[in-house]
């Protein structure tokens, strides 16, 4: 597990370290430069020669910087730092023009920088520590022009939306502790940022580098120990391989069905039969112990052809499934609307949700997990317990803030999907899976952000195999789930692993289909497990 402190608390961690002489910054810049040198050696064979720019802003990322550059001389590359600030680090300047390293000073000639952006243009690598981490907003000031000024040399074109997604070329691009521009403790990307192909980030991940938008931006993360005791939980998580497996429950000799979980379904529509066949099917091959289906007779039929496994009578669930390929959402839902298309699937998935609440009479065995995706949405009640996980991708979200009277659009949600996941988690009690290219979970005190999935994953069916992987993860821990208030989005975000995985897996390097996914799940799962 990859886990995330904010600024504040990476801080606090160094204050007595620095009181006592700890040299923080010697092992951070020593730890910044060794990185540097396994980069250039394995992209240009060898180190001598190589170039470096260091963009050097004031405080201590731009004295990691200086000194890390100072290092690099030493050891045969040809290095200039670029100050942009007055308030430079003396220390690492003097350490890197005695080591033989050339600096400019921009801040005191701002018409050098055609210059520098010809340096950079011939450069091996760019050391960005132009911010540190208690920077706040977008860069201003000369930091700002000297990112609009090189993001061509550097491929990288000057809006950060493009950025996260264009593929760029020329130096190689190593972020100090965080890619200056970035929302250090909210991943949001309010301006120019440069893109990193590495980030080295000291003490412990910051929470900008696991979050979306700014994920997109940090490359490779290197944490490097420098001796932080972080007290407290972390502010953001990120679940590796080993962390799933170690909590999967495999089943053993005295295990039956029960035991391994029954997954209620209800979605898809006649208009939309293959909701239900992709979620019923992706619960099946995540292993659930039988999947019960709920439907109308028509869309039923079509699920038995395709498992026959499949339970269409009533019984024992042990979580929910609620909502794939069924129309409505938050803002139709609450306003009373329908298209008339539902096929009973309203009322069907009303009744599930009561009953995962443990509030529908007569039903036996108190509540259940519940994984509420599309149309279902628009059928939870204000307030709803931790183990229902909302499922929405950011226009679903959107919808569903708006209906509880938050002014947001699309763009916000998706500039800044950490705070609105966490809204919504506060406004409906819910653990919410905000979809996309990260996938960021927020529950009771936890946020979890996982990028294990590749760009051709965002196609049509592939949220509704998502829904039937949660189904039958989240009914393997039942009563577990109900009775731990965080655990529901530890499993929401271990599902995201596997659903993303399944995809890498389904058609490596390729697109990829719905129900190739769902059909790669068994496969991935028991690589997870070493089988």
Known sequence: ?????????????????????????????????????????????????????????????????????????RRGLAVTAVLVAER???????????????????????????????????ADVVLDG?????????????????????????GQPNVPEIALTTPRGGPWVVAVDTPSGIGVDDGAVPGPTLAADRTVTFGAAKPGLLLPPAAGLAGAVSVVDIGLELAGPSAVRQLGPADVAAAWPVPGPADHKYTRGVVGVVAGTATYPGAAVLTTTAAVRTGAGMVRYRGSAEVGGRVLDARPEVVTAPGRVQSWVVGPGVPGGPEAAHEGESDGQDDGQHERGRAALAAAAGRLAGTAGGPVPAVVDAGGLGLIDERVPAWF????????????????????????????????????????????????????????????????????LATAGAGDVLAGVLGAMLAARSDEVV??????????????????????????????????????????????LGG
């Open 1 to 73: 597990m990859i886990s995330a402190w904010s600024a504040a608390d990476v801080r606090a961690a160094e204050e007595p370290l620095l009181a006592a002489g700890v040299p923080l910054m010697e092992r951070a810049s020593f730890a910044l430069a060794t990185h540097v040198l396994r980069d250039v050696a394995a992209r240009r064979g060898t180190v001598r020669g190589a170039r470096v720019v260091v963009l050097a802003g004031a405080g201590n990322n731009g004295g990691d910087a200086l000194h890390a550059g100072a290092v690099l001389v």
């Open 88 to 122: 430079f680090h003396a220390g690492g300047r003097a350490a890197l023009e005695r080591a033989g390293g050339r600096v400019v000073e921009l801040f005191a000639a701002p018409d050098v920088m055609d210059a520098v952006v010809d340096d950079v243009a011939r």
């Open 130 to 154: 132009l911010v540190g981490i208690g920077a706040r907003g977008p860069l201003r000031g000369l930091a700002a022009d000297v990112v609009s000024a090189i993001s061509g040399t550097l």
């Open 389 to 456: 996980v909302l499922t929405p991708h950011a226009g679903e979200l959107t919808s569903l803030l708006r209906s509880r009277g938050e002014d947001v659009r699309r763009a916000d949600v998706e500039a800044e999907p950490r705070r609105w996941a966490l809204r919504a988690h506060e406004l409906t009690g819910a653990t919410v899976l905000l979809k996309g290219g990260v996938t960021v979970v927020v529950g009771p005190g936890v946020t979890y952000a996982q990028a294990d999935g590749p760009g051709w």
């Open 483 to 528: 009775e731990r208030p965080g655990l529901a989005a530890e499993v929401a975000a271990a599902a995201a692993l596997v659903h993303g995985r399944a995809a890498h897996r389904a058609t490596p390097g390729g697109p990829v289909a719905a129900l190739d996914v769902a059909h790669a799940v068994p496969g991935e799962i028991a690589a997870l």
